[in-house]
């Protein structure tokens, strides 16, 4: 068994633990049961799945948190349990006296407003995700480049050529990795020159590589003062 699966074997025994316990107290303690008591131990339940699910859900995904307000989910979700085992508690002890309608109305608020925080979490969860994949596919953009001059530099001897290809390595180095729809076509046309500069490279074109080199550099302080314009 692996340390995924025993993990999860092992929430789950303690959440079945504390259902069992929960059960316990709550038919131990009291010997009525009216229609308020099954509304609040309904509640109860769903809360107790609704918190389950929020777990299951933060662990698959670790590496973006789902968060309202900086705040985790799953410790939100621990909150609306307590919450709501205190809220049901106390109508269990004064089923005889509570109205239903104020029963469902309490309970049926608090978890729409954990609804309500778990979608806007949610939608958070799905911005972010998006902004991390852009990041990454920019900075894999900037790491190929770089990657691609730094191939060149190994292979390289002459002084003149390697001073312009170190010297572009720096540029997208010390180069934003972020990037902008409005930078999009110098971005397009850094490819299309590292295309011409590797093929005058194979080629032994001294004279090309240089311009190639000088070409894409101005293309790259274009697009950062262009970056920088609109940060």
């Not at 303690?29 to 308020?36: L, S």
């Not at 609040?40 to 918190?51: N, P």
């Not at 540029?171 to 590797?198: G, R």
């Amino acid at each position: 068994m692996n340390n995924n699966k025993k993990n999860a074997a092992m929430l789950t025994l303690v959440y079945l633990v504390i259902f069992i316990a929960y059960n316990l107290l709550v038919f131990l303690v009291f010997n009525k049961f009216t229609t308020v008591f099954w509304i609040s131990y309904g509640f109860m339940l769903i809360a107790y799945l609704v918190h389950i699910g929020c777990a299951v859900v933060a662990t698959q995904n670790t590496s973006i948190r789902l968060l309202f307000l900086g705040i985790p989910l799953l410790s939100l979700s621990i909150f609306f349990v307590g919450a709501e085992f205190f809220c049901s508690f106390v109508f269990m002890l004064f089923q005889s006296a509570a109205a239903v309608k104020l029963a469902i109305l309490l309970q049926g608020l608090l978890l729409c407003l954990f609804i309500v925080v778990g979608v806007i979490a949610v939608a958070t969860k799905d911005a972010v995700e998006q902004i991390d994949n852009n990041i990454k596919q920019n900075v894999s953009f900037m790491k190929g480049l770089l990657v691609d001059v730094e191939l060149l530099l190994e292979q390289g001897s002459a002084t003149d050529i390697m001073m312009e290809l170190k010297k572009l390595s720096e540029t997208i180095k010390y180069s934003d990795p972020m990037t902008d729809k409005a930078v999009a076509v110098q971005e397009q046309m850094i490819m299309q020159e590292m295309i011409q500069l590797k093929r005058a490279f194979d080629e032994n074109d001294t004279v090309m590589v240089k311009d190639f080199c000088g070409r894409i550099n101005l293309l790259f302080i274009e697009r950062n003062k262009k970056l920088m314009i609109l940060k």
